[in-house]
């Protein structure tokens, strides 16, 4: 993906702040991809059961707590190009399930009843914008002082399609020796 957006007006007024709390993250997220019916059919307030918080991370990989969080830092932080001008909460949660699900265009069209085209294009925004984040959200102190960091590090390999090469069939870069097809290792640490 390009570092520039060129689809969307980046110079217009930042809009008025749409904060959302938890719950109606919640509430939005299950709203589209499940009718009232199936919502409302747990025991007790259907936006507090674990039914429901568990049937969002599935398809949005994240806790409604996190992702109010992340919509919220999109709307406030002080990173320019991670700042969201257009807010499309339904555009921004179907960014996130195809980061979590990473499904074809065709199953999320049915999935969101949205547009091909249209998914693709907001995807491609609300992407951009969290990572550019990472200015913000993965920062190392300057100077660790006595302080003794604990980090697990792990690696996990993930297929993509092959860039092509300028001049050979198969691009050897983009190659995983354990998925035995292109792809790219990513290597995550997280502090303990």
């Not at 980046?10 to 709203?31: F, Q």
């Not at 925004?125 to 792990?154: C, N, R, S």
């Not at 995983?176 to 502090?191: N, P, Q, R, T, V």
Request: charged content about 30%; glycine content about 4%.
């Amino acid at each position: 993906m390009d570092e520039h957006v060129d689809f969307i007006d980046e110079t217009r007024d930042d809009p008025p702040l749409d904060i959302k709390t938890p719950v109606e993250m919640l509430a939005a997220g299950l709203e589209l991809v499940y009718t009232d019916q199936k919502i409302n059919r747990v025991k007790g307030d259907p936006y507090s059961s674990k039914t429901n918080v568990q049937r969002f991370k599935d398809h949005y990989g994240a806790n409604p707590v996190v992702v109010a969080r992340i919509w919220e830092d999109l709307q406030t932080t002080t990173v320019t190009a991670a700042r969201i001008k257009v807010l499309k909460l339904p555009a921004f949660l179907e960014s996130l399930n195809f980061l979590y699900q990473y499904k074809r265009v065709s199953e999320r069209e049915a999935q969101f009843d949205t547009p091909p085209k249209t998914l693709r294009k907001w995807s491609r925004y609300y992407l951009l914008k969290i990572q550019a984040l990472k200015e913000v959200k993965i920062v190392f102190p300057e100077d660790f002082g006595d302080d003794v960091w604990i980090m697990t590090v792990d690696g996990t390999h993930s297929l993509f399609h092959e860039i092509a090469h300028h001049e050979f069939s198969q691009n050897r870069t983009y190659f995983s020796h354990k998925k035995k097809h292109a792809g790219l290792c990513y290597e995550l640490g997280i502090h303990l």
